[in-house]
Protein backbone atom coordinates (compact mmCIF):
# COMPACT_ATOMS: atom_id res chain seq x y z
CA UNK A 1 0.00 0.00 0.00
CA UNK A 2 1.24 3.29 -1.03
CA UNK A 3 0.45 6.92 1.16
CA UNK A 4 0.06 10.29 0.19
CA UNK A 5 1.67 12.63 1.96
CA UNK A 6 0.91 16.50 3.26
CA UNK A 7 4.32 18.66 4.08
CA UNK A 8 5.35 18.62 6.98
CA UNK A 9 4.08 22.02 8.52
CA UNK A 10 1.96 22.77 5.82
CA UNK A 11 -1.24 22.46 8.21
CA UNK A 12 -0.51 25.74 9.75
CA UNK A 13 0.03 27.90 7.48
CA UNK A 14 -1.55 29.47 4.27
CA UNK A 15 -0.23 29.07 1.32
CA UNK A 16 0.56 32.34 0.35
CA UNK A 17 1.19 32.75 4.22
CA UNK A 18 4.41 33.22 6.70
CA UNK A 19 7.15 30.39 6.45
CA UNK A 20 6.48 29.41 10.12
CA UNK A 21 3.22 28.04 11.97
CA UNK A 22 0.90 31.05 13.34
CA UNK A 23 0.47 30.59 16.99
CA UNK A 24 -2.95 30.53 17.16
CA UNK A 25 -3.80 27.73 15.08
CA UNK A 26 -1.14 25.44 17.22
CA UNK A 27 -3.74 24.04 19.42
CA UNK A 28 -5.16 22.05 16.61
CA UNK A 29 -2.16 20.34 15.38
CA UNK A 30 -3.53 17.22 16.95
CA UNK A 31 -7.08 15.69 17.70
CA UNK A 32 -8.71 16.84 21.16
CA UNK A 33 -9.64 13.23 21.70
CA UNK A 34 -9.32 10.10 19.84
CA UNK A 35 -11.66 8.28 18.04
CA UNK A 36 -12.53 5.36 16.29
CA UNK A 37 -11.50 5.03 12.64
CA UNK A 38 -9.27 8.06 12.95
CA UNK A 39 -6.54 6.63 10.70
CA UNK A 40 -8.31 4.65 7.95
CA UNK A 41 -6.61 4.67 4.62
CA UNK A 42 -8.53 5.91 1.40
CA UNK A 43 -8.15 5.12 -1.69
CA UNK A 44 -7.32 7.92 -4.02
CA UNK A 45 -8.59 7.61 -7.68
CA UNK A 46 -5.30 7.82 -8.94
CA UNK A 47 -3.64 5.09 -6.68
CA UNK A 48 -2.22 4.84 -3.91
CA UNK A 49 -3.83 5.76 -0.50
CA UNK A 50 -4.56 8.31 2.03
CA UNK A 51 -5.22 8.87 5.55
CA UNK A 52 -9.30 9.84 5.04
CA UNK A 53 -10.02 13.01 6.31
CA UNK A 54 -13.66 13.02 7.78
CA UNK A 55 -14.54 16.64 7.14
CA UNK A 56 -18.11 15.43 7.88
CA UNK A 57 -19.04 15.33 11.67
CA UNK A 58 -21.85 17.32 11.33
CA UNK A 59 -24.01 14.34 9.86
CA UNK A 60 -22.38 11.69 11.93
CA UNK A 61 -19.51 11.93 14.03
CA UNK A 62 -17.07 9.44 14.37
CA UNK A 63 -17.05 7.26 18.20
CA UNK A 64 -14.55 8.62 20.54
CA UNK A 65 -12.53 5.50 21.19
CA UNK A 66 -13.36 5.26 24.52
CA UNK A 67 -17.35 5.03 23.65
CA UNK A 68 -15.66 1.99 21.32
CA UNK A 69 -14.09 0.43 24.25
CA UNK A 70 -16.79 0.87 26.70
CA UNK A 71 -18.86 -0.70 24.03
CA UNK A 72 -16.90 -4.04 23.68
CA UNK A 73 -16.93 -4.02 27.59
CA UNK A 74 -20.61 -4.11 28.07
CA UNK A 75 -21.62 -5.89 24.78
CA UNK A 76 -21.41 -9.76 26.30
CA UNK A 77 -23.86 -8.42 28.63
CA UNK A 78 -26.77 -7.24 25.97
CA UNK A 79 -29.71 -8.75 26.75
CA UNK A 80 -33.11 -7.65 27.03
CA UNK A 81 -34.40 -5.24 29.42
CA UNK A 82 -36.74 -3.95 31.91
CA UNK A 83 -38.63 -7.79 32.22
CA UNK A 84 -36.06 -10.19 32.35
CA UNK A 85 -35.12 -11.69 35.95
CA UNK A 86 -31.77 -13.25 34.17
CA UNK A 87 -28.76 -11.51 35.06
CA UNK A 88 -27.77 -10.50 31.78
CA UNK A 89 -31.27 -8.73 31.60
CA UNK A 90 -30.97 -7.02 35.00
CA UNK A 91 -27.02 -5.54 34.14
CA UNK A 92 -28.69 -4.18 30.84
CA UNK A 93 -32.04 -2.66 32.65
CA UNK A 94 -29.50 -1.14 35.06
CA UNK A 95 -27.12 0.19 32.02
CA UNK A 96 -30.26 1.62 30.25
CA UNK A 97 -31.89 3.45 33.23
CA UNK A 98 -28.76 4.48 34.64
CA UNK A 99 -28.47 6.20 30.72
CA UNK A 100 -31.33 8.75 31.55
CA UNK A 101 -29.68 10.75 34.82
CA UNK A 102 -26.16 10.62 33.23
CA UNK A 103 -27.84 12.65 30.18
CA UNK A 104 -30.20 14.57 32.17
CA UNK A 105 -27.09 15.68 33.87
CA UNK A 106 -25.08 16.65 30.80
CA UNK A 107 -27.62 18.83 29.74
CA UNK A 108 -28.20 20.17 33.25
CA UNK A 109 -31.28 18.80 33.62
CA UNK A 110 -33.93 19.71 35.99
CA UNK A 111 -34.81 16.72 38.69
CA UNK A 112 -38.39 16.13 37.47
CA UNK A 113 -37.65 16.18 33.91
CA UNK A 114 -38.24 13.35 31.74
CA UNK A 115 -35.53 11.46 29.74
CA UNK A 116 -37.16 9.80 26.70
CA UNK A 117 -34.77 7.53 24.50
CA UNK A 118 -35.68 7.52 20.60
CA UNK A 119 -34.11 7.15 17.92
CA UNK A 120 -32.58 9.83 16.83
CA UNK A 121 -33.48 14.11 16.94
CA UNK A 122 -36.32 13.74 14.21
CA UNK A 123 -38.42 10.85 16.22
CA UNK A 124 -37.75 13.20 19.59
CA UNK A 125 -39.47 16.35 17.60
CA UNK A 126 -41.56 14.00 15.80
CA UNK A 127 -43.11 12.53 19.80
CA UNK A 128 -43.37 16.10 21.08
CA UNK A 129 -45.60 17.13 18.51
CA UNK A 130 -48.29 14.12 19.38
CA UNK A 131 -48.34 15.68 23.18
CA UNK A 132 -48.82 19.44 21.83
CA UNK A 133 -51.80 20.53 24.39
CA UNK A 134 -55.01 19.86 23.35
CA UNK A 135 -58.66 21.31 24.58
CA UNK A 136 -61.76 19.91 23.69
CA UNK A 137 -60.39 18.13 20.57
CA UNK A 138 -58.56 21.10 19.64
CA UNK A 139 -54.96 22.06 19.59
CA UNK A 140 -54.67 25.06 22.31
CA UNK A 141 -52.07 27.23 20.35
CA UNK A 142 -50.04 27.03 17.82
CA UNK A 143 -46.09 26.28 17.02
CA UNK A 144 -43.51 29.07 15.94
CA UNK A 145 -40.41 28.65 13.94
CA UNK A 146 -37.92 29.88 11.39
CA UNK A 147 -37.45 29.01 8.01
CA UNK A 148 -33.52 28.54 8.72
CA UNK A 149 -34.64 25.19 10.50
CA UNK A 150 -33.55 21.33 9.35
CA UNK A 151 -36.86 19.06 8.52
CA UNK A 152 -36.44 17.75 11.33
CA UNK A 153 -37.56 20.65 13.79
CA UNK A 154 -39.57 22.00 10.48
CA UNK A 155 -41.85 19.29 9.00
CA UNK A 156 -43.28 17.47 12.32
CA UNK A 157 -44.91 21.34 13.38
CA UNK A 158 -46.52 21.28 9.67
CA UNK A 159 -48.89 18.83 10.77
CA UNK A 160 -50.27 20.92 13.55
CA UNK A 161 -51.45 24.36 13.79
CA UNK A 162 -48.06 26.41 13.23
CA UNK A 163 -46.49 30.00 12.15
CA UNK A 164 -43.51 30.87 10.39
CA UNK A 165 -41.12 33.60 10.37
CA UNK A 166 -38.42 34.30 7.56
CA UNK A 167 -35.33 34.78 9.66
CA UNK A 168 -33.71 38.32 9.60
CA UNK A 169 -30.37 39.31 8.58
CA UNK A 170 -29.35 39.83 12.00
CA UNK A 171 -29.82 37.90 14.76
CA UNK A 172 -30.57 40.70 17.30
CA UNK A 173 -33.07 41.55 13.86
CA UNK A 174 -34.21 37.91 14.56
CA UNK A 175 -35.05 38.28 17.61
CA UNK A 176 -37.52 41.16 17.55
CA UNK A 177 -39.07 39.65 14.81
CA UNK A 178 -39.98 36.71 16.61
CA UNK A 179 -40.98 38.95 19.30
CA UNK A 180 -43.51 40.84 17.89
CA UNK A 181 -45.30 37.00 16.67
CA UNK A 182 -45.07 35.99 20.07
CA UNK A 183 -46.74 39.03 21.10
CA UNK A 184 -50.04 38.25 18.51
CA UNK A 185 -50.73 35.66 21.11
CA UNK A 186 -51.63 32.02 20.39
CA UNK A 187 -48.64 30.48 20.59
CA UNK A 188 -47.68 27.14 22.79
CA UNK A 189 -44.15 26.50 21.22
CA UNK A 190 -41.42 28.06 19.45
CA UNK A 191 -39.19 25.57 17.82
CA UNK A 192 -35.56 26.29 17.54
CA UNK A 193 -32.49 25.22 16.02
CA UNK A 194 -29.72 24.90 18.93
CA UNK A 195 -27.07 25.88 15.98
CA UNK A 196 -27.61 25.75 12.51
CA UNK A 197 -26.60 22.48 10.55
CA UNK A 198 -26.27 24.62 7.40
CA UNK A 199 -23.28 27.39 8.11
CA UNK A 200 -23.14 26.40 12.07
CA UNK A 201 -24.14 30.17 13.67
CA UNK A 202 -25.58 29.21 17.17
CA UNK A 203 -28.80 30.95 18.56
CA UNK A 204 -29.26 32.71 21.54
CA UNK A 205 -31.14 29.99 23.34
CA UNK A 206 -31.28 31.43 26.45
CA UNK A 207 -32.93 34.70 24.95
CA UNK A 208 -35.42 33.14 23.00
CA UNK A 209 -36.15 30.84 25.97
CA UNK A 210 -37.03 34.07 27.62
CA UNK A 211 -38.79 35.49 24.82
CA UNK A 212 -40.78 32.95 24.49
CA UNK A 213 -41.92 32.89 28.49
CA UNK A 214 -42.52 36.57 28.46
CA UNK A 215 -45.44 35.62 26.42
CA UNK A 216 -46.36 32.24 27.76
CA UNK A 217 -45.13 29.75 25.40
CA UNK A 218 -42.76 27.01 25.75
CA UNK A 219 -39.44 26.21 23.98
CA UNK A 220 -37.95 23.40 22.05
CA UNK A 221 -34.51 23.50 20.85
CA UNK A 222 -33.34 21.38 18.41
CA UNK A 223 -29.58 20.74 19.84
CA UNK A 224 -28.39 17.97 16.97
CA UNK A 225 -25.61 20.48 15.99
CA UNK A 226 -24.90 22.69 19.49
CA UNK A 227 -24.77 19.39 21.92
CA UNK A 228 -21.52 17.81 20.11
CA UNK A 229 -20.18 21.28 20.49
CA UNK A 230 -21.09 23.39 22.95
CA UNK A 231 -21.67 23.17 26.87
CA UNK A 232 -25.88 23.74 27.23
CA UNK A 233 -27.62 23.87 30.59
CA UNK A 234 -31.28 23.30 30.56
CA UNK A 235 -32.03 24.72 33.77
CA UNK A 236 -30.05 27.87 33.37
CA UNK A 237 -31.12 28.57 30.18
CA UNK A 238 -34.47 27.83 31.31
CA UNK A 239 -35.41 25.68 28.03
CA UNK A 240 -38.74 23.46 28.36
CA UNK A 241 -37.42 20.74 26.43
CA UNK A 242 -34.06 19.44 24.10
CA UNK A 243 -33.24 17.35 21.38
CA UNK A 244 -30.07 15.57 20.27
CA UNK A 245 -28.69 12.28 18.71
CA UNK A 246 -25.91 9.69 20.04
CA UNK A 247 -24.68 9.66 15.97
CA UNK A 248 -23.46 13.41 16.09
CA UNK A 249 -22.29 12.95 19.86
CA UNK A 250 -19.62 10.34 19.06
CA UNK A 251 -21.91 7.76 19.93
CA UNK A 252 -22.92 4.59 17.28
CA UNK A 253 -25.95 3.08 17.22
CA UNK A 254 -28.12 6.17 16.53
CA UNK A 255 -29.89 6.99 19.48
CA UNK A 256 -31.55 9.84 20.76
CA UNK A 257 -33.08 11.46 23.25
CA UNK A 258 -35.65 14.16 24.51
CA UNK A 259 -35.35 15.98 27.63
CA UNK A 260 -38.18 18.45 29.18
CA UNK A 261 -41.24 19.09 31.58
CA UNK A 262 -42.84 16.15 31.75
CA UNK A 263 -46.92 17.33 31.91
CA UNK A 264 -47.40 17.66 27.95
CA UNK A 265 -45.27 14.32 27.67
CA UNK A 266 -47.39 12.03 30.17
CA UNK A 267 -50.56 13.57 28.60
CA UNK A 268 -49.81 13.09 25.02
CA UNK A 269 -50.32 10.48 22.63
CA UNK A 270 -47.86 7.89 23.02
CA UNK A 271 -45.52 7.77 20.54
CA UNK A 272 -45.13 3.98 19.69
CA UNK A 273 -48.21 2.00 21.11
CA UNK A 274 -46.91 -1.41 21.81
CA UNK A 275 -45.25 -3.71 24.48
CA UNK A 276 -44.13 -2.12 27.58
CA UNK A 277 -45.97 1.66 26.82
CA UNK A 278 -49.46 0.35 28.55
CA UNK A 279 -50.72 -0.28 32.15
CA UNK A 280 -53.09 -2.96 30.69
CA UNK A 281 -54.69 -3.66 27.11
CA UNK A 282 -57.36 -5.29 26.82
CA UNK A 283 -58.80 -6.68 23.17
CA UNK A 284 -60.07 -3.10 21.72
CA UNK A 285 -59.04 -0.97 24.81
CA UNK A 286 -55.71 0.39 26.71
CA UNK A 287 -54.70 1.74 29.32
CA UNK A 288 -51.68 3.84 28.57
CA UNK A 289 -48.74 3.99 31.65
CA UNK A 290 -47.10 7.64 32.29
CA UNK A 291 -43.36 8.49 32.08
CA UNK A 292 -40.48 7.65 29.68
CA UNK A 293 -42.22 3.96 28.90
CA UNK A 294 -45.51 5.80 27.80
CA UNK A 295 -43.17 6.78 24.52
CA UNK A 296 -40.61 3.78 24.38
CA UNK A 297 -42.62 0.79 23.57
CA UNK A 298 -41.24 -1.95 22.21
CA UNK A 299 -37.65 -3.17 22.40
CA UNK A 300 -35.25 -0.54 23.33
CA UNK A 301 -31.99 0.16 21.83
CA UNK A 302 -29.99 -0.48 25.02
CA UNK A 303 -27.00 -0.10 23.20
CA UNK A 304 -27.30 3.35 22.06
CA UNK A 305 -28.81 4.62 25.25
CA UNK A 306 -25.97 3.17 26.73
CA UNK A 307 -22.92 4.74 24.48
CA UNK A 308 -24.90 7.69 24.41
CA UNK A 309 -24.71 8.32 28.23
CA UNK A 310 -21.03 7.45 27.61
CA UNK A 311 -20.01 10.15 25.12
CA UNK A 312 -21.91 12.58 27.53
CA UNK A 313 -20.27 11.35 30.41
CA UNK A 314 -16.62 11.89 28.26
CA UNK A 315 -17.69 15.46 26.67
CA UNK A 316 -18.93 16.71 30.23
CA UNK A 317 -15.07 16.29 31.48
CA UNK A 318 -13.96 18.23 28.45
CA UNK A 319 -12.08 21.53 29.76
CA UNK A 320 -14.37 23.80 27.82
CA UNK A 321 -11.53 26.41 27.10
CA UNK A 322 -9.21 23.86 25.11
CA UNK A 323 -12.85 22.27 23.41
CA UNK A 324 -13.60 25.48 22.24
CA UNK A 325 -10.12 26.80 21.05
CA UNK A 326 -9.42 23.31 19.77
CA UNK A 327 -12.41 24.35 17.32
CA UNK A 328 -12.33 27.62 16.59
CA UNK A 329 -8.75 27.51 15.66
CA UNK A 330 -9.66 24.74 12.73
CA UNK A 331 -12.16 27.02 12.24
CA UNK A 332 -11.13 30.45 11.71
CA UNK A 333 -7.90 28.67 9.72
CA UNK A 334 -10.37 27.03 6.75
CA UNK A 335 -12.77 30.34 6.66
CA UNK A 336 -9.12 31.99 6.62
CA UNK A 337 -7.97 30.13 3.82
CA UNK A 338 -11.12 29.72 2.19
CA UNK A 339 -11.38 33.32 1.72
CA UNK A 340 -8.38 34.25 0.02
CA UNK A 341 -9.48 31.46 -2.84
CA UNK A 342 -11.10 33.78 -5.73
CA UNK A 343 -14.04 31.97 -6.94
CA UNK A 344 -14.79 30.28 -3.38
CA UNK A 345 -17.36 31.91 -1.14
CA UNK A 346 -18.68 31.36 2.48
CA UNK A 347 -22.15 31.75 3.51
CA UNK A 348 -23.71 32.48 6.79
CA UNK A 349 -27.31 33.60 8.00
CA UNK A 350 -26.37 36.16 10.12
CA UNK A 351 -24.37 39.00 9.42
CA UNK A 352 -23.96 39.65 13.66
CA UNK A 353 -23.45 35.63 14.19
CA UNK A 354 -19.69 36.69 14.97
CA UNK A 355 -20.45 39.27 17.75
CA UNK A 356 -23.38 38.44 19.03
CA UNK A 357 -23.72 36.86 22.30
CA UNK A 358 -25.15 33.81 21.64
CA UNK A 359 -25.94 32.73 25.43
CA UNK A 360 -26.87 36.06 26.62
CA UNK A 361 -28.91 37.91 23.68
CA UNK A 362 -28.92 41.14 22.02
CA UNK A 363 -26.26 43.87 22.83
CA UNK A 364 -24.12 41.43 25.41
CA UNK A 365 -21.58 40.31 22.48
CA UNK A 366 -21.38 43.50 20.67
CA UNK A 367 -18.20 44.44 22.72
CA UNK A 368 -13.79 44.00 21.56
CA UNK A 369 -14.01 40.90 24.13
CA UNK A 370 -15.95 38.61 22.04
CA UNK A 371 -13.92 36.06 20.73
CA UNK A 372 -13.66 35.29 17.51
CA UNK A 373 -15.77 32.11 16.45
CA UNK A 374 -18.24 32.67 19.66
CA UNK A 375 -20.76 32.79 17.69
CA UNK A 376 -20.23 29.64 15.18
CA UNK A 377 -19.62 25.57 15.55
CA UNK A 378 -17.40 23.67 13.43
CA UNK A 379 -19.36 23.67 10.53
CA UNK A 380 -17.97 26.00 7.28
CA UNK A 381 -20.41 25.89 4.18
CA UNK A 382 -18.92 27.30 0.96
CA UNK A 383 -19.11 27.17 -2.58
CA UNK A 384 -17.35 27.21 -5.64
CA UNK A 385 -17.70 29.44 -8.42
CA UNK A 386 -18.48 27.22 -11.80
CA UNK A 387 -18.77 23.51 -9.94
CA UNK A 388 -21.50 21.56 -8.90
CA UNK A 389 -21.60 20.87 -5.12
CA UNK A 390 -21.63 17.72 -5.77
CA UNK A 391 -18.80 17.25 -8.15
CA UNK A 392 -16.71 18.95 -5.97
CA UNK A 393 -17.71 16.65 -3.28
CA UNK A 394 -17.03 13.74 -5.61
CA UNK A 395 -13.16 15.11 -6.80
CA UNK A 396 -12.22 15.83 -2.96
CA UNK A 397 -13.16 12.20 -1.86
CA UNK A 398 -11.82 10.80 -4.75
CA UNK A 399 -8.65 12.73 -5.96
CA UNK A 400 -8.06 13.93 -2.05
CA UNK A 401 -9.16 11.03 0.27
CA UNK A 402 -11.55 13.46 2.18
CA UNK A 403 -15.32 13.50 3.16
CA UNK A 404 -17.87 16.66 3.22
CA UNK A 405 -21.55 17.02 2.71
CA UNK A 406 -22.39 18.69 -0.42
CA UNK A 407 -26.30 19.39 -1.26
CA UNK A 408 -29.21 20.79 0.12
CA UNK A 409 -28.61 19.65 4.14
CA UNK A 410 -32.21 18.53 4.62
CA UNK A 411 -32.91 22.60 4.67
CA UNK A 412 -34.26 23.28 1.45
CA UNK A 413 -35.97 26.95 2.90
CA UNK A 414 -32.76 27.75 4.11
CA UNK A 415 -31.16 27.20 1.02
CA UNK A 416 -33.13 29.11 -1.09
CA UNK A 417 -33.00 31.55 0.90
CA UNK A 418 -29.59 31.72 0.72
CA UNK A 419 -29.66 31.78 -3.23
CA UNK A 420 -28.79 27.97 -3.52
CA UNK A 421 -31.29 26.05 -4.35
CA UNK A 422 -29.51 23.08 -6.23
CA UNK A 423 -27.10 22.76 -2.34
CA UNK A 424 -23.44 24.07 -1.83
CA UNK A 425 -20.77 22.38 0.40
CA UNK A 426 -20.09 21.92 4.39
CA UNK A 427 -16.99 20.82 6.03
CA UNK A 428 -17.98 20.53 9.58
CA UNK A 429 -15.16 18.82 12.27
CA UNK A 430 -15.03 17.94 15.86
CA UNK A 431 -12.76 16.22 18.81
CA UNK A 432 -11.04 13.82 16.17
CA UNK A 433 -10.32 16.94 13.83
CA UNK A 434 -6.76 18.22 12.98
CA UNK A 435 -5.63 21.27 11.43
CA UNK A 436 -4.10 18.95 8.62
CA UNK A 437 -7.54 18.02 7.50
CA UNK A 438 -8.49 21.96 6.83
CA UNK A 439 -5.07 22.58 5.03
CA UNK A 440 -6.11 19.48 2.75
CA UNK A 441 -9.18 20.70 1.86
CA UNK A 442 -8.06 24.36 0.94
CA UNK A 443 -5.21 22.66 -1.07
CA UNK A 444 -7.77 20.32 -3.01
CA UNK A 445 -9.75 23.85 -3.85
CA UNK A 446 -6.86 25.65 -4.93
CA UNK A 447 -5.73 22.80 -6.96
CA UNK A 448 -8.92 22.61 -8.63
CA UNK A 449 -9.42 25.67 -9.43
CA UNK A 450 -5.73 26.18 -11.05
CA UNK A 451 -5.29 23.01 -12.46
CA UNK A 452 -8.47 21.64 -12.44
CA UNK A 453 -10.70 18.05 -12.63
CA UNK A 454 -8.04 15.62 -12.29
CA UNK A 455 -10.34 12.52 -13.23
CA UNK A 456 -13.94 12.26 -15.42
CA UNK A 457 -16.86 12.12 -13.67
CA UNK A 458 -20.73 11.17 -14.53
CA UNK A 459 -23.79 10.95 -12.94
CA UNK A 460 -24.81 7.70 -11.55
CA UNK A 461 -28.10 7.33 -9.52
CA UNK A 462 -27.81 10.98 -9.21
CA UNK A 463 -24.37 11.18 -7.53
CA UNK A 464 -21.61 12.47 -9.27
CA UNK A 465 -18.59 9.57 -9.31
CA UNK A 466 -15.42 8.83 -11.12
CA UNK A 467 -15.71 7.53 -14.30
CA UNK A 468 -14.36 4.00 -14.49
CA UNK A 469 -13.97 3.15 -10.43
CA UNK A 470 -11.69 0.62 -9.94
CA UNK A 471 -10.81 1.18 -6.35
CA UNK A 472 -12.39 -1.71 -3.96
CA UNK A 473 -14.10 -1.57 -0.94
CA UNK A 474 -12.98 -3.62 2.50
CA UNK A 475 -13.22 -7.43 1.62
CA UNK A 476 -16.76 -7.31 4.04
CA UNK A 477 -18.26 -4.74 2.09
CA UNK A 478 -20.24 -4.63 -1.17
CA UNK A 479 -17.60 -3.82 -4.02
CA UNK A 480 -20.34 -1.27 -5.94
CA UNK A 481 -18.44 2.32 -5.40
CA UNK A 482 -21.35 4.83 -6.26
CA UNK A 483 -24.55 2.92 -6.48
CA UNK A 484 -26.26 3.94 -3.91
CA UNK A 485 -27.62 6.89 -5.09
CA UNK A 486 -28.68 10.34 -4.08
CA UNK A 487 -30.37 11.18 -1.00
CA UNK A 488 -34.05 12.28 -2.28
CA UNK A 489 -33.73 15.88 -0.31
CA UNK A 490 -30.62 16.70 -2.48
CA UNK A 491 -32.35 16.70 -5.26
CA UNK A 492 -34.58 19.42 -6.90
Request: with cysteine; aromatic share 6%.
Amino acid sequence: MTTATIPAGAEVQAETGPAHPDPRFAVARRPLAAVTGAEIQAPLIQGGHVRYANLDYGASAPALSVVSAYLNEILPFYASVHRGAGYASQISTSVYENARGIVRDFVGGRPDDAVIFTRNTTDSLNLLAGCLPVVDGEHSGEVLYLDIEHHANLLPWQRVPHRSVIAAPTLAATLELLRKELAHGGVSLLAVTGASNVTGEILPIRALAALAHDYGARIVVDAAQLAPHRRINVSTDDLDYIAFSGHKLYAPFGAGVLIGRPDWLDAGIPHLAGGGAVQDARIDTVSWTTGPARHEGGSPNVLGAATLARAAQIIAGLDPDQWYAHENAIRSFLVEGLARIDGVTVHQIFSDSGTFDAAAGPGAGTGSQTPPGAGTIGVVNFSVEGYDAGLVAAYLSAEHGMGLRDGRFCAHPLLRRLGLPSGSLRASFGLGSRLDDAQRLLTGVRQLLGNGLGWDYVVDAGRWVPSNDTRSYPHWAPNTPGTAGAAPCTLD
